[in-house]
């Protein structure tokens, strides 16, 4: 059965950074593409930025477009979500979930069969 496990969460001040990783196991990572969400307290889950399962293509949503970069290593079975230039209203719940069914799962949460447990990031002063 198909796991991911997400790291790399934290505290960090406006502007800062962080890396997080997505670690998945129970199959080849090259047969799933990745999204990652978030989620942040009283409003529903977005979708952030997706991955193909070659790493050729990488989708973004606006908002972080430019500030986030999504990476894969499959020999690693480790998807990646570098976050430059950190804001408050970044502050959530960031969840990986890998998608079978497509090239690319996009930034809608339904095509999605397999999710972690998600790690808190909070951006703050």
């Known amino acids: 059965q198909l796991q991911l496990v997400e790291s790399g969460g934290g505290l960090v001040q406006p502007g800062g950074s962080l890396r997080l990783s997505c670690a998945v196991s129970?199959?080849?990572?090259?047969?799933?593409?990745i999204g990652w969400f978030r989620q942040a307290p009283g409003r529903e889950r977005e979708g952030v930025s997706s991955i193909s399962r070659s790493g050729a293509s990488r989708i973004y949503k606006d908002t972080v477009e430019g500030r986030f970069t999504i990476s894969r290593d499959n020999p690693k079975n480790t998807v990646y979500l570098q976050m430059n230039s950190l804001k408050p209203e970044d502050t959530a719940v960031y969840y990986c979930a890998a998608s079978g069914g497509t090239v690319i799962g996009g930034l809608e949460d339904h095509v999605y069969d397999h999710w972690g447990q998600g790690t808190q990031v909070t951006v703050s002063s």
């Open positions: 129970g199959s080849t990572l090259n047969a799933w593409s």
